[in-house]
């Protein structure tokens, strides 16, 4: 479903003055369309309709170099946005459908950073990437992916300190099992299992590297709880030195988790509700993110629920629980043109999670959705912005 550009006004040289008059002051994203049929419309996103137009289609300034459309324009349409990230996502679906061959160079639209485990090879590895093959239905294929990050830096710094707990191959040759190789740096240092001069079996270097996947789905919480339990019984052994090494274990554990984004997990599990404010009075637009796919948005009209018999948790259990479901039918495709929708996804969701300030809230799935803290999210998004205390 794509957020239609529901208003529209024609363009008239001789009443130019009325046109500028009825335009709205507000953010909004707008396409221009030009009198020649087979001239291609301009699309553009402002944060001000009124003074972008009043540049684009006012008289213009033979001193300037500016681009004016005054002469060639016929009408505009346009939709008003009431988030900056309702802004790019009704940009970017009208620049895909208007543009296909050239929309993601208008957006700078670049694919995520994630990391991958690469399952399908015999020893696998964890990297960070910017490629995320899907198969018919959508999903990631040819290993377990992670993300998406801020930045690839991100993603390699957090890669690095998780690999620190687990002694899974970081080199990138190809394993032969030859005793005779002379290994690397990881092997001397004790990081690394070493299976490129048989070091360990198959079986050893699988079972860790289930571990580290095991540690990137519960961010961080299987190793945690684990080196917990094993610190409890070393001090009812009264091993207080190994109780000890251990504790110092947890604390280079909660180093290297704290300050890490809530956002990257494994994308098949990307499961939230992105709440922002609309351009209409009392409105939320709310955008699930389904396995890292972003589905239809819905808008609820709150001025409109106390006339209603349904509540507004009824009505977010609708729409969340038919998202899922439509999902889960197999229907990403038809959400999914292309084979790059998932990585531009997950691009917008990316962008907009790490802006700073970041507007709107998100709140993340686990057995279920968090419906109560979900409308307490749209509670404080109406509430009118609170005026700062005088110095």
């Not at 499961?271 to 009075?281: D, G, T, Y």
């Not at 790059?340 to 907009?352: A, I």
């Amino acid at each position: 479903m794509v957020l239609k550009l529901d208003c529209g006004l024609p363009f008239d040289l001789a009443n130019s003055d009325d046109f500028f008059s009825m335009l709205p002051p507000h953010p909004a994203v707008c396409l221009i369309e030009l009198r020649e049929e087979t001239a291609e419309p301009l699309l553009i996103r402002t944060q001000d309709l009124r003074r972008r137009l009043e540049r684009l289609l006012g008289p213009a300034d033979p001193a300037s170099k500016r681009l004016n459309l005054r002469e060639v324009a016929r009408g505009i349409r346009y939709r008003l946005t009431g988030s900056r990230f309702e802004q790019i996502f009704t940009y970017y679906q009208h620049a895909k459908q208007l543009f296909p061959s050239r929309y993601q160079k208008l957006m700078r639209l670049r694919p995520p950073a994630v990391l991958k485990v690469s399952l399908r090879n015999a020893y696998p590895r964890c990297y960070a990437t910017r490629r995320i093959p899907v198969d018919p239905t959508g999903a990631p294929t040819a290993g377990a992916y992670y993300g998406p990050f801020a930045s690839r830096r991100s993603a390699e710094a957090f890669a690095g300190s998780a690999l620190d707990f687990f002694k899974v191959r970081r080199c990138q040759i190809k394993i032969r099992r030859d005793p005779s190789f002379p290994g690397c740096i990881y092997s001397e240092m004790k990081m690394c299992l070493a299976p490129c001069f048989a070091g360990c079996t198959k079986e050893e270097h699988d079972a860790e590297v289930q571990k580290l996947v095991q540690f990137l789905d519960t961010s961080g919480g299987s190793l945690h709880n684990s080196l917990e339990q094993e610190r409890e019984s070393a001090s009812e052994q009264l091993d207080f030195e190994r109780a000890a090494a251990l504790h110092k274990k947890i604390e280079k554990l909660d180093d290297a988790l704290r300050g890490s984004p809530e956002l990257p997990r494994r994308i098949q599990d990307l499961n939230a509700v992105i709440l922002q404010r609309s351009a209409e009075e009392q409105t939320i637009s709310v955008y699930a993110v389904l396995s890292g796919w972003l589905a239809e948005p819905t808008f609820i009209r709150f001025a409109e629920i106390a006339g209603q018999p349904r509540s507004a948790e009824h009505i977010f259990r609708e729409y969340l629980e038919g998202a899922a479901s439509q999902a889960s039918g197999g229907s990403a495709s038809a959400i999914a043109p292309s084979k790059n929708t998932l990585s531009e996804h997950l691009w917008l969701l990316g962008r907009w999670y790490y802006s700073n300030p970041r507007e709107g809230e998100i709140l993340f799935r686990d057995k279920d959705w968090p419906y109560r803290r979900i409308l307490r999210g749209c509670s404080r998004l109406l509430s009118p912005p609170q005026a700062a205390p005088p110095k």
